[in-house]
């Protein structure tokens, strides 16, 4: 072990020391903050920081690796706070697809918690990683075998004191975030997604156990009384929440609770191709997604805050991407503005990450990617994305597109 570590570290120091200092330059650039574009923007990025925002002609010391953007869009990298990605692979399919900030809503065995360790570490690029860990649900199924600690849950997650041993082996495992379920899946033919699984009581016991260690809690929750009891519990976050009521809606914009729709997944499942193919999920997306979006419109009238998430695992095979989500959105009554913010500040915001990316600001992290045109005029320019920037390495550069 000891062996392994002083290798990793090893590792990071010389990633560290190999990181270029970038300047980019021609670019038209939207910060995330203000509904306009910044025309002819020169971007310093130094340490993996925005170190400077300036214009054109502003001096370029020759220590600075210089990109030109030939007078495309730079604008904050997307985030996606519903994932499942668990391995290097998929992390660059999500890396390459604009997203440069992630939550984890669960993996098999601490996957995401190591995979963001090697971001923090200058190892790989990003994305950078929220990590969840194990899914705290009634049957943990194959999860059982993800730490020893879990061998006593082989029965069930029920118990206060079962629901309570579960949160702390996740924190211990270095968790961020913990993810449970107020309701059954969606995306399995025999499970109804509106029935409730555990109850506002255990459901509070789970909030209140990792309230003392500093973790929110992201509850799945489609149906409206466990997603209620969801809110009532005093979760950060209601993924999904297809069949929300106006009186949930209300209680979640009194309590700031945020919603993530997680759209795209629902168009996932009546699409051919993809993460699912199923008739009986086929059926259940025509139902589910006009109700999806009347709970959308609502909860955008409403003034609750909503963020992306794809709810994928990014495998080779996964069509749903953030930048299609965000299309939904503003497809759904959201200006492009409000669109791309959702996938950017807000959702930074929801991470508690709000004073460290989600804009292109100074020093703010160098998470940053480049599209073909104005996106506040063309949301579907996010489906392009010709430069990724991730903590300041250059994870992809499409451009030039010419020879000399």
Known sequence: MRIITTLLLFIASYTYAQQKDYVLINANLFNGVDNKIYPDVVVFVKNGKIEKIGKKGDAISSNYSVVDC???YL???M????????NLESANRALYS????VRSASVSAFQDVAIREMVKSGIIPGPDMVACGVYITPHLGETILADPRLGSLYNGVNTDEEL???VNVNIDRGANVLKTRGTERAGRPDT???EQTYTEHQLKVIVDEAAKRGVPIMIHGHGDEGARAAVKAGARSIEHGTFLKDETLKLMKEKGTFLVPTFITLEDLVEPGGDYDDPVTHLRGK???????KVFKKAHAMGIKIATGADNGYTAKTTSRISLEVAHFARMGM???EAIQASTVVSAELLGLEKQTGRLVIGYDADMILVPSNPLEDINALQDVLLVMSNGQMALKRLPFGKN
């Open 70 to 72: 030939e007078g495309n």
């Open 75 to 77: 604008l904050p990298g």
């Open 79 to 86: 985030m996606d706070v519903h994932t499942h990605l668990d």
């Open 98 to 101: 604009g997203v440069t900030t």
């Open 164 to 166: 309570r041993k579960i």
């Open 192 to 194: 109804d997604p509106r």
């Open 287 to 293: 139902f589910m997604m006009p109700l999806s979006e």
């Open 335 to 337: 200006t492009n503005f």
